[in-house]
Nanobody
């Protein structure tokens, strides 16, 4: 089972940028597709992005398409989420997650599609 630790969250003004990182350990990182989710207070955890094992396949939620980019460095066992043009509605706890089903592809993903989770990192966007 892979262990995941997110970092890079913080407070940023609307229109600004942040880059989240998620470091993996405990298993072969390239055996996993990776995902990003977020959860705002009082709301369900929602899908943000997914990246395939090699980094060549990515899927984004419509709400972040064109503003967020996910990438990975398998040599560093790390996945990234670059967030640009941030909006107050992007405020949430952001989680990374791992899925051993590297073959599974969809246009949208749910928390149940991922078996391992990090502890989350807070992102706050002020207006």
């Amino acid at each position: 089972q892979v262990q995941l630790v997110e970092s890079g969250g913080g407070l940023v003004q609307a229109g600004g940028s942040l880059r989240l990182s998620c470091a993996a350990s405990g298993d072969t990182f390239s055996n996993y597709a990776m995902g990003w989710f977020r959860q705002a207070p009082g709301k369900e955890r929602e899908f943000v992005a997914r990246i395939g094992w090699s980094g060549s396949y990515t899927v984004y939620a419509d709400s972040v398409k064109g503003r967020f980019t996910t990438s990975r460095d398998n040599a560093k066992n790390t996945v990234y989420l670059q967030m640009n043009s941030l909006k107050p509605e992007d405020t949430a706890v952001y989680y990374c997650a791992a899925d051993r089903r590297t073959w599974y592809r969809s246009t949208y993903y749910y928390p149940r599609d991922f078996g391992s989770w990090g502890q989350g990192t807070q992102v706050t966007v002020s207006s």
